[in-house]
């Protein structure tokens, strides 16, 4: 059996501008339906530098909730090179409250691309992440 995993991020809940009364940040949500879960169309999250890339990359997938707002438990289920990049995807397994079960693909190696930035998939919301620990 695969160990979930999970990572400790602190959420920023509640800013005013940015977010709706329950804390989920609206303009974090992608409009592209092909967004996280086509390896053609990864999530690119990355960090400061290079060691960064799988906080990053928890980080992210940490702020994902479903629709009702509660938090999705995630599973990674390998990586692979894909698209002729020379660095891989990884694959996880996202399981809803409800139980439903889709896969996405993420790019922890687009190091300008900071995971706080990246939208949510269609489907999903997103808290914003306020730091990573």
Do not use: C
């Amino acid at each position: 059996m695969k160990k979930e995993q999970k990572s400790r991020v602190n959420l920023k809940n509640g800013d005013s501008n940015k977010s709706d009364r329950a804390g989920v940040n609206v303009k974090l949500i992608s409009e592209d339906p092909t967004y996280g879960y086509s390896e053609k169309n990864p999530i690119r999250v990355g960090g400061r530098d290079e060691y960064e890339g799988p906080k990053a990359e928890r980080a992210y997938l940490d702020s994902l909730v479903d629709s009702t707002g509660k938090s999705v438990k995630y599973q990674r289920l390998g990586s692979r090179l894909v698209n002729g990049e020379d660095k891989p995807l990884d694959h996880y397994e996202i399981t809803l409250s409800n139980k439903d079960k889709f896969e996405l693909w993420i790019d922890m190696y687009k190091f300008d691309n900071k995971p706080e930035d990246q939208p949510a998939p269609v489907g999903l919301l997103r808290f914003p992440i306020y730091s990573i620990t």
